[in-house]
């Protein structure tokens, strides 16, 4: 039971995020109730989708990445795209957490947009983290998660009190499905499954449990942050942050002066955007060692320490309020294809093209459930579509 909890705080915690920070201001125009209803339905998108990639990794030899998996059930194409959507879909997160996390970092200085100078320190303190590796971002980011818990509680005891229930009398829909893209950013955890399901014994039961609470949490945590932010902020101070490229904390200030909410809420928004930076940064830099052959050797890593932060800098500076359009482009494109199209097409050709064992326990509901899978994310794609080309 230990690992199981161990193993679902672990698939909660990669969910949540800076993409949280996001959330209130995405679905500001959908209202409290609309936007309650597209987090269900991602999040219910994420915990199936969750479950078929534990079936995937149950097929596949243990220690199997997304982009192994891709290659082995659909073929070179599928590892060419999984490679290409993978490297797509980091750099556009880390684009949106430097974004972010300039802005945030420079309002206590009197800036009400990210200053560049701030931005090149608080960018050049977290490269240097993941350059130094492993052991320093656990280290590091052990101490940001207290920060994170502690805050998030906190914001939550001194906001209850302003919450009021008028906020659920507006309700646009359209509005809310809009704000889809961001959300698929904010449910993503499903790269972490290859490494649980070795920290698990690759056991189908307690890797259900896993996905199941873990997918949990984030839900009921957004539930409560967008109420809490919405009963604070107006919807129209909401709409002109993220025009700005502001976070959903930055607006506060102007609604709770003095408050310890502010306070909290600044500190929250800083641990979630800097967890999220060191751990998608990481990622993307053992990637690129592991994928292209690199010899781990620390000039190597400072090399691709420079290559993963140069860009997303230079883009993050010269667009300053590009946070919330990289986040959509981001769970658009990057996690409604590789952690979305991927895994149905791949379980879909397991099954039923290449007659792989029926896992127990698996998820039901056969080629129907597939289908409507697929056409929830194909939607999700065209919705992104449309936002960025037409609308």
């Not at 698939?11 to 125009?29: C, K, Q, R, Y």
């Not at 977290?126 to 320093?136: C, D, H, I, P």
């Not at 029926?358 to 899978?373: D, F, N, S, T, V």
Request: charged share 10%; hydrophobic share 55%; with cysteine.
């Amino acid at each position: 039971m230990q690992k199981v909890l161990l193993g679902s705080l672990l698939v909660a915690g990669t969910a949540i995020g800076a993409g949280m920070l996001a959330l209130p201001i995405a679905t500001a125009e959908g209202g409290v109730f609309p936007s309650w209803v597209v987090y269900f339905l991602c999040y219910l998108f994420s915990m199936l989708t969750g479950l078929i990639f534990v079936e995937i990794g149950l097929w596949l030899p243990a220690g199997a990445n997304i982009v192994t998996m891709a290659s082995t059930l659909l073929g070179p194409y599928g590892r060419m795209l999984s490679w290409i959507v993978y490297i797509f879909l980091f750099y556009s997160l880390t684009i949106a957490y430097i974004a972010g996390g300039g802005a945030l970092v420079s309002l206590p200085f009197g800036y009400q947009e990210a200053n560049t100078l701030i931005t090149l320190l608080f960018t050049s303190v977290f490269a240097f983290a993941v350059y130094s590796g492993t052991k320093v971002v656990s280290f590091l980011n052990a101490l940001l998660m207290v920060g994170l818990i502690v805050s998030y509680f906190g914001f939550l005891f001194f906001g209850i009190g302003s919450i009021h229930y008028e906020v659920f009398d507006h309700m646009d829909f359209s509005k809310a499905f809009l704000a889809l893209p961001v959300i698929f950013t904010s449910f993503s955890y499903q790269g972490t499954i290859p490494s649980l399901l070795q920290y698990m014994n690759r056991d189908a039961k307690k890797m259900r449990k896993v996905i199941i609470i873990g997918s949990s949490i984030p839900f009921a945590v957004y539930l409560l942050w967008d109420l809490f932010i919405k009963s604070i902020v107006p919807m129209n101070d909401l709409v002109i942050a993220g025009q700005r490229g502001l976070t959903s904390v930055d607006p506060l200030g102007s609604f709770v002066p003095g408050s310890p909410i502010l306070f909290l809420g600044k500190c929250f928004g800083f641990f979630a955007l800097t967890t999220s930076l060191m751990g998608v940064t990481l990622g993307l830099l053992d990637f690129l060692l592991d994928s292209l052959k690199i010899q781990k050797t620390k000039y190597n890593r400072f090399g691709l320490a420079i290559l993963i932060y140069v860009p997303p800098f230079l883009i993050a500076t010269t667009n300053p309020t590009i946070f919330l359009r990289a986040l959509g482009f981001a769970g658009g494109f990057g996690c409604a294809i590789l952690l979305g199209l991927l895994p149905i097409c791949m379980v879909w050709s397991g099954r039923y093209l290449k007659h792989k064992p029926k896992i127990e326990g698996r998820l039901g509901g056969g080629k129907a459930l597939l289908i409507l899978l697929f056409l929830f994310v194909s939607c999700e794609i065209v919705l992104e579509i449309l936002k960025e080309f037409i609308f």
